[in-house]
Structure formats: C-alpha cells, structure tokens
C-alpha cells in the first residue's frame, strides 16, 4: 500500500490551521485566497501522487479534490461580500468545508491505525 500517513497527517494540519485561522482571527479575503491556492498546491504535489489500489481511498482523493475546487469558489464569494453578514455566512461555509476535508483525511487514516484488512 502506498498510503504515506504523514502527507495526511500534514495536510490535516494545514487544513485545521486554516480553519481556525478563518474563525477566530479577522483573516484577509486576498490572503485566504492565496493560503488556500497553497493548499490546493499541497494536495496536488503530495497527496494525488500517493496513488493508492484502495478504491476506498481513491474515492476520498477524488471527493477532497472537489471540496478543495469548491472552497476555492466559497473563498471568491468572499471576497466579493460587501456585507458582514454576508462575509460571516461565507466564512462558515468555508469552515465547514475545511472540517469536511479533516473528516476526509480521518478517515483515511482510521484503517491505518486498525490496521488495514
């Protein structure tokens, strides 16, 4: 198996330092934007190649590779808020999103520590 747990474990902490970057902080539209382009580059170069035999697996590679492309668009509809209220529904979406891909990446992991059948 070709599951490299420590890209995981990398990327899941990419992705909750975001997320509580997004929700706790007043964090930048333009910034988000370009730390979310990083993590777009991070999935890309380290995760897609850990080609993995599981098709369980492959099947969570290809749903975070959706939500990564949707957060993209949820951080330009931020960008374009010219209301808080608007901004903070924006930032929640964008919260959820980042805990989908944790949950992703979890999940991922969980077989790991059982140890895979």
Do not use: H
């Amino acid at each position: 198996m070709s599951l490299n747990p420590e890209k995981y474990l990398a990327l899941v902490t990419f992705l909750e330092q975001l997320r509580s970057d997004a929700t706790t902080t007043p964090i930048v539209a333009s910034e988000l934007r370009v730390r979310v382009a990083s993590l777009q580059q991070f999935f890309g170069q380290e995760i897609v190649p850990l080609a993995d035999e599981n098709w369980r697996v492959q099947s969570y590679q290809t749903e975070m590779s959706k939500q990564l492309r949707l957060l993209a668009i949820d951080v330009m509809f931020l960008q374009g808020a010219r209301q808080a209220s608007t901004a903070q529904t924006r930032l929640q979406t964008i919260s959820d999103r980042l805990t989908t891909l944790i949950q992703y990446c979890d999940a991922i992991l969980q077989p790991e520590a059982e140890g895979e059948k």
